[in-house]
């Protein structure tokens, strides 16, 4: 049995229930008294023992006043919990929950609990993955644990452009074993423009790549011209994306089986470049907000690994259906501009 999770029924059992949801979710063992228990009695059965017994790790939930008058009759069994974890010198993790503070006369057969290392939490902070990840650092370490562990931790956080491109390069990601590039972008000159080797190497080894960017001629690139692509004049930002669209073509016209091209006049929030690698593991998301006049550095990115699977999924299918509704680029079914 991976962990016990003792609590006072009264103000603690909220809790409890919350952290043995997140330990069922994760596969990992525990007993909680409402799971493992069809007919509890209110005593310190023999199964209470066996389960403090067998767990590693003993998760003591103290919430409200569960500490005052523990040596009452109403406390029996919380009290004798505790003690029977200290006996065994099981590895005790106790958090204290809304506000919980220990009492300043605190009964001798349960005081040395205050000398283990304690999760404070919040009402708030207990609903969110922190407190998880907090919790698991201080279990017994197995298998599920550290699986449980990763995946909260897998959260992709906000970072500037910069900071992406100096530890995750464009190059670097594409000079692997890659099976597919999908971009979407008002104008995608970091592929067209920035990449034209990989861009040879990927096609001529039957990579597919799939382009949607904006029509040059649409209401939301004449808008992006003016206020959302900085740097340089306007009759140079103009350019931008008419000439991405002449090397989407140039590209389309030298390698018509590998690369695909589509327009769309929809404005986009951000740009979405997406590495599909051979080994599932190592396929990125690169997702680039857009925002009005800012210097490049300062645009904000997330970079997303496939272990990151909710992320992943998310920016995968939003790309998938800008694609779906935007037009086939002359040469692509038979349509022409």
Same mark, same amino acid.
Request: charged residues 25%; negative net charge; aromatic residues 12%.
């Given at each position: 049995?991976?962990?016990?999770?003792?609590?006072?029924?009264?103000?603690?059992?909220?809790?409890?229930?919350?952290?043995?949801?997140?330990?069922?979710?994760n596969?990992?063992?525990?007993?909680?008294?409402?799971?493992?228990?069809?007919h509890?009695?209110? *005593?310190?059965?023999? /199964?209470? $023992?066996r389960?403090?017994?067998? %767990?590693?790790?003993? !998760?003591l939930? @103290?919430?409200? #006043?569960?500490?005052?008058?523990?040596?009452?009759p109403?406390?029996?069994?919380?009290?004798?919990?505790?003690?029977?974890a200290?006996?065994?010198?099981?590895?005790?993790?106790?958090?204290?929950?809304?506000?919980?503070?220990?009492?300043g006369?605190?009964?001798?057969?349960?005081?040395p609990?205050?000398?283990?290392?304690?999760?404070?939490?919040?009402?708030?902070?207990?609903?969110?993955?922190?407190?998880?990840?907090?919790?698991?650092?201080?279990?017994?370490?197995?298998?599920?644990?550290?699986?449980?562990?990763?995946?909260?931790t897998?959260?992709?956080?906000?970072?500037?452009?910069?900071?992406?491109?100096?530890?995750?390069?464009?190059?670097?990601?594409?000079?692997?074993a890659?099976?597919?590039?999908? *971009?979407?972008?008002? /104008?995608? $000159?970091?592929?067209?423009?920035h %990449?034209?080797?990989? !861009?040879?190497? @990927?096609?001529? #080894?039957?990579?597919?790549i799939?382009?949607?960017m904006?029509d040059?001629?649409?209401?939301a690139?004449?808008?992006?011209y003016?206020?959302k692509?900085?740097?340089?004049?306007?009759?140079?930002?103009?350019?931008?994306?008419?000439?991405?669209?002449?090397?989407l073509?140039?590209?389309?016209?030298?390698?018509?089986?590998?690369?695909?091209?589509?327009l769309?006049?929809?404005?986009?929030?951000?740009?979405?470049?997406l590495?599909?690698?051979?080994?599932?593991?190592?396929s990125t998301?690169?997702?680039?907000?857009?925002?009005?006049?800012?210097?490049?550095?300062?645009?904000?990115?997330v970079?997303?690994?496939?272990?990151?699977?909710?992320n992943?999924?998310?920016?995968?299918?939003?790309?998938?259906?800008?694609?779906?509704?935007?037009?086939?680029?002359?040469?692509?079914?038979?349509?022409?501009?």
């Amino acid at each position: 049995m991976g962990a016990f999770i003792s609590y006072q029924q009264k103000t603690g059992e909220i809790y409890a229930e919350r952290i043995y949801r997140f330990f069922a979710e994760n596969g990992i063992p525990c007993f909680w008294d409402k799971n493992n228990l069809y007919h509890y009695s209110g *005593v310190f059965s023999e /199964a209470l $023992q066996r389960g403090i017994e067998e %767990a590693e790790d003993f !998760i003591l939930v @103290l919430s409200g #006043n569960c500490l005052e008058r523990i040596e009452g009759p109403e406390h029996t069994v919380f009290r004798q919990e505790i003690e029977r974890a200290l006996a065994l010198q099981k590895n005790i993790i106790p958090i204290l929950c809304g506000g919980f503070r220990f009492p300043g006369q605190l009964y001798e057969g349960v005081g040395p609990i205050q000398a283990y290392e304690a999760i404070e939490i919040t009402d708030t902070r207990y609903l969110s993955s922190s407190f998880f990840a907090d919790l698991l650092v201080k279990m017994t370490p197995t298998d599920e644990t550290e699986r449980a562990y990763r995946r909260l931790t897998a959260c992709t956080k906000l970072e500037s452009r910069e900071s992406v491109e100096d530890r995750y390069s464009l190059s670097e990601r594409l000079g692997g074993a890659v099976e597919e590039v999908a *971009v979407c972008a008002m /104008a995608c $000159q970091a592929l067209l423009s920035h %990449a034209r080797e990989h !861009i040879d190497r @990927l096609a001529e #080894n039957g990579c597919r790549i799939r382009v949607v960017m904006n029509d040059p001629a649409s209401p939301a690139a004449q808008e992006a011209y003016q206020y959302k692509i900085a740097g340089g004049s306007l009759r140079h930002r103009g350019r931008i994306i008419p000439n991405t669209y002449d090397d989407l073509l140039d590209w389309m016209e030298r390698y018509p089986a590998q690369i695909e091209g589509r327009l769309t006049d929809l404005y986009l929030p951000c740009a979405i470049f997406l590495i599909r690698a051979k080994d599932p593991r190592e396929s990125t998301v690169k997702v680039d907000y857009y925002s009005f006049h800012c210097q490049d550095k300062a645009r904000r990115c997330v970079y997303i690994h496939a272990d990151d699977e909710e992320n992943f999924c998310f920016y995968q299918r939003q790309f998938e259906w800008i694609w779906e509704h935007a037009r086939p680029i002359a040469g692509e079914e038979g349509d022409s501009l």
